[in-house]
């Protein structure tokens, strides 16, 4: 049975209905500063912590609930005859429930604050008062999420007791909590790329009907710090994303966003289907769908200038079941919008350049972003690339960033021909885009050629200038096949593998 609660919290939503309840239930409160005042000032009785312990509030409220009649009285095993003796010498009052949401520092550490402020939201007493009623769930009910508080109120009005399962999925919840928020002060201190311990700050956004099958469970979680795209998008239609919609749009978000031309990008099972730049959104458009239009089917459409009517009225024509811009004209958006089951995003948050991780059975990779696309520029054959080759084989190589290995880009004005990837060695991909290309000009590699096979290959579909990492020691038989053929070849010192 409750006989005394202890509430702090930042966060009020809901406190005036809780606290009121357990008045009625005949529980006393102890309270804290600021929510022992809230409480006074909407007629709530509340004993001030100060009077319980016998201590000021000191150092700026720093102090305020670490001492040892409240720790005490909420860790006490009520089962100890030992424990409970020793708290009737002492003279303390076992705590029975514990109400404490903590300091905002998920917010606060991205917000335009100085460090020191940043450093004052860092909790330290919610912190040990949860912990403490976390471990001794038992006898101790313990409230660290507001959306808690209608059950339990429920609960306590049908029964005189929380069962157990309850109050282990409470505490567990608080070292759940407990595990993101330390996360995220870590990472906030720490000044190391790669720290002896990776400490992970995500919380859960939303469950998803299923993963990338339907026989697989999935959920998605989002970073409790940054201002990073997959956060910060609102979807103003449509269905519910799915975790292969989540998946593939940041991948359509991140290749479009590498341009700072009108641009569009085309992506279906996670890889560009089609991307081009145009004079206008319409011309990136319809260059992006005949560069594929048959994988786009079904696919996501990224732009990243404010999509148009006119674009819209294009788009529409074809099923997709994502459209993702920075904004929308008001009569694009309405057309859009009559496609009932096609999700429209909004979104103005630029990629970050933060890190990239992958998970395997028992460990977890952790790696910088691939956010450097040359090292250099070498033209190494005889015929060098005129202006307009190079800017195209540039365009190419932004695309095969975000094409699975092994990716090949053939291009035509700022328009991809042809892609080919995910096979597991270089020629079939090669023959794959040059035969979808037809006319290309440029051809781009994420990596270099171990053999001079995609050389020749692209002087059979009358290819003028190549890109590639280079880096093979074959290297001299694809730059010979090169200047056999009159095909410039550029070398650029980064490969991307993309796996």
């Known amino acids: 049975m409750i006989k005394r609660a ?7 939503d809901g406190l005036l209905e809780l606290a009121k309840f357990l008045v009625n239930k005949d529980v006393e409160i102890i309270s804290t500063g600021g929510t022992y005042k809230y409480l006074q000032d909407n007629n709530i009785p509340a004993v001030e912590i100060s009077k319980i312990t016998g201590f000021d509030e000191i150092l700026d409220g720093r102090v305020k609930t670490l001492h040892p009649i409240i720790h005490a009285g909420i860790l006490a095993r009520r089962d100890s005859e030992q424990h409970m003796n020793t708290l009737k010498e002492k003279n303390i009052t076992p705590i029975d429930m514990v109400v404490v949401n ?16 940043k450093v004052e939201f860092i909790d330290i007493g919610g912190p040990t008062m949860i912990r403490a009623a976390a471990k001794n769930f038992k006898d ?5 999420d507001v959306n808690d508080y209608a059950d339990i109120i429920e609960n306590l009005d049908n029964n005189e007791e929380v069962n157990f399962n309850t109050r282990k999925k409470l505490a567990g919840k608080v070292f759940n909590l407990m595990s993101a928020y330390d996360a995220s002060i870590a990472n906030f201190l720490l000044d190391e790329e790669y720290p ?16 990338e099958n339907p026989h697989q469970s999935a959920a998605y979680y989002v970073s409790t710090s940054g201002n990073a795209p997959m956060k910060n ?3 103003l239609n449509g269905k519910e994303l799915s975790y292969n919609n989540i998946k593939d749009m940041d991948i359509a978000w991140k290749a479009v966003n590498e341009f700072e031309e009108i641009c569009c990008v085309a992506v279906k099972h996670n890889s560009p289907c089609g991307a081009a730049i145009g004079e206008s959104l319409f011309d990136a458009y319809t260059k992006t769908f005949n560069c594929d239009s048959t994988s786009i089917f079904g696919g996501i459409v990224a732009v990243n200038k404010k999509l148009d009517f006119k674009t819209a009225e294009e788009i529409s024509k074809i099923f997709l079941e994502i459209v993702i811009a920075p904004d929308f004209e008001k009569e694009a958006l309405a057309l859009l919008q009559k496609k009932k089951n096609l999700r429209i995003i909004k979104c103005d948050v630029k990629p970050t350049n933060g890190f990239e991780i992958a998970k395997v059975d028992g460990g977890m990779l952790l790696q910088s972003s691939d956010n450097k696309l040359t090292a250099k520029t070498e033209v190494v054959t005889d015929k060098k690339p ?16 975000y094409v699975k290995s092994n990716a090949i880009v053939v291009v035509k004005d700022f328009m991809a021909k042809g892609i080919g990837g995910g096979q597991v060695n270089r020629i079939w991909p090669t023959c794959q885009a040059l035969d979808r290309a037809g006319d290309g000009v440029v051809l781009a590699s994420d990596a270099f050629f171990p053999f001079d096979d995609v050389a020749k290959e692209a002087a059979k579909h009358g290819i003028k200038a190549i890109m590639q990492p280079g880096g093979s020691i074959r290297d001299k038989d694809s730059i010979k096949a090169c200047n056999e053929n009159g095909i410039s070849m550029v070398f650029t010192g980064i490969r991307h593998f993309k796996h």
């Not at 202890?6 to 009020?12: C, P």
């Not at 002896?196 to 993963?211: I, P, V, W």
């Not at 080759?389 to 365009?395: A, C, D, T």
């Open 6 to 12: 202890l509430i702090s919290v930042y966060n009020k």
């Open 140 to 144: 101790v009910l313990v409230l660290t």
């Open 233 to 235: 998008f609102e979807q």
């Open 102 to 117: 903590l300091y905002p520092f998920f917010d606060k550490v991205e917000s335009n604050i100085s460090f020191d402020e």
């Open 386 to 401: 005129t202006e307009n080759e190079m800017n195209n084989l540039i365009f190419a190589m932004k695309i095969c960033k």
């Open 196 to 211: 002896e311990y990776l400490s992970l700050s995500y919380k859960k956004s939303s469950s998803l009907r299923y993963g």
